[in-house]
């Protein structure tokens, strides 16, 4: 097999032409802040693709969070049930407003946040009201259990819904299920402004104090009078430009993203691994990327620090480490699957609740290569795929023959 030519991607910005457009209009009408026709186009398309009442354009995901965490009314001191397999930016927020995050161990069938270990956590720490819960890689999670839990506790649910914009469950998008949620336009998500975010609510008085503190929370006074903290946080219209100029080709790229899948899932049929699970009957994920796990008898040793990776190669056998240097050499990028926040340095000393045992999962119990806890497992069996959807199907045929051979 040759080396790509070109680098095959995780997965890329895929622009279609409007955007510039868009971006032009707002140049040759000199709308070129925060405000103007493009904020307001996204904003109307994103209510009307998912279904909220209200959305706030901002800068970035993690600046959605940060304001849903304010909304949610966080305090310094309280602790927040977080997912735990995730992106950092789904529970940094929290810590921002001086939260204690606690993670939730993940469930093996949609690499969610577990509702056992949810229900076991609401046990062990009863005066917690908030959770937040992330929609991993575009697959949404059990929603009606999560739900049900968060009622019966009166907690509030926020949701990071920035990889899954477009998965639905049971029938409704994901960035509907929170009482304050978050989706975002980063470079390498389903649809994108090249950055970007929006806070989604049904919410009017949310809305409004999202969209002000955005924007340094003036008061409706002469000059600039302030009586609570801001932040510049607001989306620019240039930025908004190539959203909404993304919009129309949401279902479009979802549906070169299911194809990604389902042809490795073909093509990596005769081999000791599964894909990224979903619930099929209930939800119908985005596909932002493709996963697989390797099954537990066809792992090769490998040994992961803070920093390197090492692994030794068995015949039959492979590892996410053996798999991500083979793709490297070829010119092709994958990554490893979210590393758990309870096996971050930062986040360390946290609580961490599992749905086994009593609860309570100590950090130290995980050995390489079988993890301890469902999160840590999947880290160490996983891997994200090249997931571009503009990577042919030859280059991903090559791809698919590059996983075969490191089991050979
Ligand atoms: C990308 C991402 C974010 C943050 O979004 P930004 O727009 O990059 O700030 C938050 N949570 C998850 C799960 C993400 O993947």
New binding site residues.
């Given amino acids: 097999m040759k080396r790509f030519e070109a680098k095959v991607w995780l997965s890329t910005p895929t622009m279609h032409g409007d955007e510039l457009k868009y971006m032009t209009e707002a140049f040759q009408t000199n709308w070129m802040s925060t405000i103007g026709e493009n904020i307001d186009e996204a904003e109307r398309l994103t209510c009307e693709k998912v279904g909220c009442k209200y959305s706030v354009a901002l800068c970035?995901?993690?600046a959605a969070?940060h304001l849903c965490v304010k909304l949610a009314g966080i305090k310094p001191g309280d602790r927040v049930f977080c997912s735990d397999m995730?992106?950092g930016?789904?529970v940094n927020p929290v810590v921002y407003e001086g939260g204690i995050p606690v993670f939730i161990d993940t469930e093996p069938d949609t690499w969610n946040m577990d509702p056992k270990a949810l229900e076991k956590a609401f046990a062990l720490y009863p005066e917690v009201k908030v959770v937040v819960l992330?929609h991993l890689y575009g697959t949404p999670a059990k929603m009606d259990e999560i739900l049900e839990v968060c009622r019966r506790h009166h907690a509030v649910l926020i949701e990071?819904a920035?990889?899954a914009l477009g998965a639905t469950y049971k029938g409704v998008q994901a960035g509907m299920f929170g009482d304050y949620r978050a989706i975002?336009?980063?470079g390498n998500?389903i649809i994108t402004g090249s950055?970007?975010?929006m806070l989604l609510t049904d919410d009017e008085q949310a809305a409004n104090k999202a969209r002000k503190w955005s924007t340094q929370s003036r008061e409706n006074a002469p000059w600039y009078q302030h009586e609570e903290l801001g932040y510049n946080y607001r989306m620019s219209n240039v930025i908004a430009g190539v959203v909404r100029g993304q919009y129309p080709y949401l279902e479009e790229h979802i549906a070169q993203k299911r194809a990604i899948y389902q042809r490795y899932q073909e093509g990596f049929r005769d081999l000791p691994v599964t894909m990224n699970p979903y619930d099929a009957q209930n939800s119908q994920p985005n596909f932002w990327l493709s996963c697989l796990l390797i099954d537990r008898a066809a792992m090769c040793r490998q040994a992961r620090g803070e920093r390197e990776a090492l692994y030794v190669s068995e015949p039959g056998k492979s590892c996410p480490t053996q798999i991500l240097e083979t793709l490297a050499q070829y010119n092709a990028e994958g990554r490893p699957i979210w590393k758990p926040m309870h096996m971050q340095p930062i986040y360390r000393m946290h609580g961490f609740v599992t749905a086994q045992g009593d609860g309570r999962a100590s950090t130290n119990a995980y050995i390489a290569g079988c993890g301890a806890d469902v999160g840590m497992d999947i880290f160490a069996r996983g891997l994200c795929l090249p997931s571009d959807n503009k990577m042919t199907v030859e280059e991903q045929n090559q791809v698919i023959e590059i996983v075969k051979s490191c089991f050979a």
Avoid: P, R, V
């Fill in positions: 970035s995901g993690t969070l995730t992106f930016a789904t992330a990071d920035a990889e975002s336009f980063n998500k950055s970007g975010g």
